[in-house]
């Protein structure tokens, strides 16, 4: 996503000087983003964006057309709601009352953290500070480093006999891998892959559960392929993002570079960049749509983006990186929300901007959010 400077940004709203994009962004829930910067707007600034969005929303009330697309007057308020509370506490240099989505122990993101298990059967649990050489299996050294990443690296050139390996992360963890083929792979939370420790055979073959975003070294002699319920992805060397957590009724695939040609039973299918194919699980079609590649792979950037999603796809996805089970008091409406935040904050950060849409009240308990009245 291309970063701003917010002062210029909002000097440029103020003196109507942005682009649509920029004033889109000023309008937006990117402005929370801009809000926890060092850079504080003035409370002068601020009231000019308050009074020019009540004036789109007035506009909006009195003709047929939506303000922005895709967009509803639920979500439009939400955000006009968001600019001017977020500004204000923003500036506030007393200490504010305790929001009724906060407990006195906030819960903290997720992060680097996974467990590896070896052919063997032993476990390695890869989080913390450790870094270096964490195991030797057939002449393969298995490698950790500071960043969250575990690589493996062939001793010589002579053939070996190569091992299976598995690397889980938890819910609240993320991970990432680089094979012996020099392929790359970000893990999600509440994930596994299982994989060879060297490609030996006629391709390469992964088995997937949960999500993963992948960066595969070309080698037209020796396919690439992703096996994960109900699917296969066939690949060369391309970029992509699989998301077939157990527990959705569909599968999401991501093409960002490349090509790959998707397979369920007799149905296959193939995938040009920007597109994005949802394999359903009790069917074998598979169909294809433009994708929202920015929304798609998000996690991987460290950040949620939510773009006219209900709330329990929403919670399902705070849950996971959170590792929180959610409890609904009431049964969610129709509500969609469109927003950014970085998946770097606390909970109650990302409860609260939530719960600015007037549409929620939510409390956690330990490691329950509770939706309520």
Same mark, same amino acid.
């Given at each position: 996503?291309?970063?701003?400077?917010?002062?210029?940004?909002?000097?440029?709203?103020?003196?109507?000087?942005?682009?649509?994009?920029?004033?889109?962004?000023?309008?937006?829930?990117?402005?929370?983003?801009?809000?926890?910067?060092?850079?504080?707007?003035?409370?002068?600034?601020?009231?000019?964006?308050?009074?020019?969005?009540?004036?789109?929303?007035?506009?909006?009330?009195?003709?047929?057309?939506?303000?922005?697309?895709?967009?509803?007057?639920?979500?439009?308020?939400?955000?006009?709601?968001?600019?001017?509370?977020?500004?204000?506490?923003?500036?506030?240099?007393?200490?504010?009352?305790?929001?009724?989505?906060?407990?006195?122990?906030?819960?903290?993101?997720?992060?680097?953290?996974?467990?590896? /298990? $070896?052919?063997? @059967?032993?476990?390695? #649990?890869?989080? =913390? +500070? %450790?870094?270096? &050489?964490?195991?030797?299996?057939?002449?393969?050294?298995?490698?950790?480093?500071?960043?969250?990443?575990?690589?493996?690296?062939v001793q010589g050139h002579k053939k070996m006999l190569s091992t299976i390996n598995k690397l889980e992360?938890?819910?609240?963890?993320?991970?990432?891998?680089?094979?012996?083929?020099?392929?790359?792979?970000?893990?999600?939370?509440?994930?596994?892959?299982?994989?060879?420790?060297?490609?030996?055979?006629?391709?390469?073959?992964?088995?997937?559960?949960?999500?993963?975003?992948?960066?595969?070294?070309?080698?037209?002699?020796?396919?690439?392929?992703?096996?994960?319920?109900?699917?296969?992805?066939?690949?060369?060397?391309t970029h992509f993002n699989i998301n077939g957590y157990p527990d959705d009724p569909q599968i999401q695939? /991501? $093409?960002?570079? @490349?090509?790959?040609? #998707?397979?369920? =039973? +007799? %149905?296959?299918? &193939?995938?040009?960049?920007?597109?994005?194919?949802?394999?359903?699980?009790?069917?074998?079609?598979?169909?294809?749509?433009?994708?929202?590649?920015?929304?798609?792979?998000?996690?991987?950037?460290?950040?949620?983006?939510?773009?006219?999603?209900?709330?329990?796809?929403?919670?399902?996805?705070?849950?996971?990186?959170?590792?929180?089970?959610?409890?609904?008091?009431?049964?969610?409406?129709?509500?969609?929300?469109?927003?950014?935040?970085?998946?770097?904050?606390?909970?109650?950060?990302?409860?609260?901007?939530?719960?600015?849409?007037?549409?929620?009240?939510?409390?956690?308990?330990?490691?329950?959010?509770?939706?309520?009245?």
């Amino acid at each position: 996503m291309k970063r701003y400077n917010p002062q210029e940004l909002i000097h440029k709203y103020v003196n109507d000087t942005c682009s649509e994009e920029e004033r889109a962004l000023v309008e937006s829930w990117h402005l929370y983003e801009l809000a926890s910067s060092e850079y504080r707007p003035s409370m002068e600034n601020t009231s000019i964006v308050h009074d020019r969005m009540w004036n789109k929303l007035s506009l909006h009330a009195k003709k047929p057309r939506k303000l922005w697309p895709g967009l509803s007057i639920t979500a439009a308020l939400l955000f006009l709601m968001s600019v001017p509370v977020f500004l204000y506490l923003s500036q506030r240099t007393h200490p504010l009352s305790t929001p009724k989505n906060t407990s006195t122990q906030d819960i903290t993101p997720g992060g680097n953290k996974a467990i590896l /298990t $070896l052919d063997n @059967g032993k476990e390695i #649990l890869l989080q =913390g +500070s %450790n870094t270096g &050489l964490i195991a030797i299996q057939n002449r393969i050294n298995i490698h950790k480093d500071t960043a969250g990443q575990v690589s493996y690296n062939v001793q010589g050139h002579k053939k070996m006999l190569s091992t299976i390996n598995k690397l889980e992360t938890p819910r609240g963890g993320k991970y990432r891998l680089l094979l012996a083929d020099g392929t790359k792979i970000w893990l999600n939370s509440a994930s596994t892959l299982t994989y060879p420790t060297t490609f030996e055979g006629k391709d390469r073959t992964v088995i997937l559960s949960g999500e993963a975003y992948f960066e595969v070294t070309k080698n037209s002699n020796k396919p690439f392929k992703v096996i994960t319920r109900h699917q296969e992805v066939k690949v060369l060397g391309t970029h992509f993002n699989i998301n077939g957590y157990p527990d959705d009724p569909q599968i999401q695939t /991501t $093409l960002l570079e @490349g090509s790959i040609l #998707l397979s369920k =039973g +007799s %149905n296959n299918r &193939l995938l040009r960049p920007g597109q994005m194919a949802l394999t359903k699980i009790h069917s074998e079609n598979i169909e294809i749509e433009p994708a929202d590649t920015e929304k798609n792979i998000a996690w991987k950037n460290d950040d949620f983006i939510f773009n006219g999603e209900n709330l329990p796809s929403i919670m399902k996805t705070i849950a996971r990186w959170y590792d929180v089970e959610v409890v609904y008091q009431v049964s969610p409406d129709s509500t969609r929300y469109w927003g950014v935040i970085s998946r770097s904050k606390n909970l109650s950060e990302v409860l609260k901007m939530l719960q600015s849409s007037g549409h929620i009240n939510s409390k956690v308990q330990g490691r329950r959010v509770i939706i309520m009245d």
